[in-house]
């Protein structure tokens, strides 16, 4: 199995090349939303998919690649339910979240670093508007209101 240390190295070099919606480096979200998890009592395997929770979704890693991953059986269903399909509503991601137990601390923490006031700062007023609905949308779905 990787070790925590690992997760973190394997997630930044995945997502090396990727930046946020404000030019930022991708790897400064994870590092945000693996903190998140941790001041929030997560264990080490939420921490693990919390670095890993965009790889699928965002192509730094592929489906393949998770089912031989050498990480729990648990972390990998912690990323599988964080990772939103192409098309997919989201009631349906977040009737996935909530029924795969660990998954909503991840996703809460995730939510809390896109709904940063300072992250939503520098965006464009459309966009900001946009993202925040979005996100106001999920924690009602997940019962984080």
């Known amino acids: 199995m990787l070790t925590l240390s690992e997760v ?8 090396a ?3 946020d919606k404000a030019g930022h ?6 590092r945000a939303v693996a903190d ?6 997560g264990t080490e395997e939420q921490i693990a998919a919390a670095w890993l929770h965009d790889a699928v979704e965002d192509a730094a890693l592929s489906a393949e690649w998770l089912t031989t991953a050498p990480l ?3 972390t990998k269903a912690l990323i599988r339910a964080l990772t939103k399909q192409k098309g997919e509503d989201p009631e349906t991601y977040a009737l996935r979240i909530l029924a795969t137990p660990g998954a909503r601390l991840i996703k809460e923490a995730d939510l809390a670093h896109n709904a940063d006031p300072a992250r939503l700062a520098v965006l464009d007023e459309p966009t900001r508007i946009r993202l925040t609905r979005k996100y106001v949308t999920m924690r009602a779905l997940l019962g984080l209101t």
């Open 8 to 15: 973190e190295a394997l997630a930044r070099r995945a997502h």
């Open 17 to 19: 090349d990727q930046t």
């Open 25 to 30: 480096p991708y790897t400064e979200h994870l």
């Open 36 to 41: 998140g998890v941790a001041a929030r009592g």
């Open 72 to 74: 729990t059986d648990h």
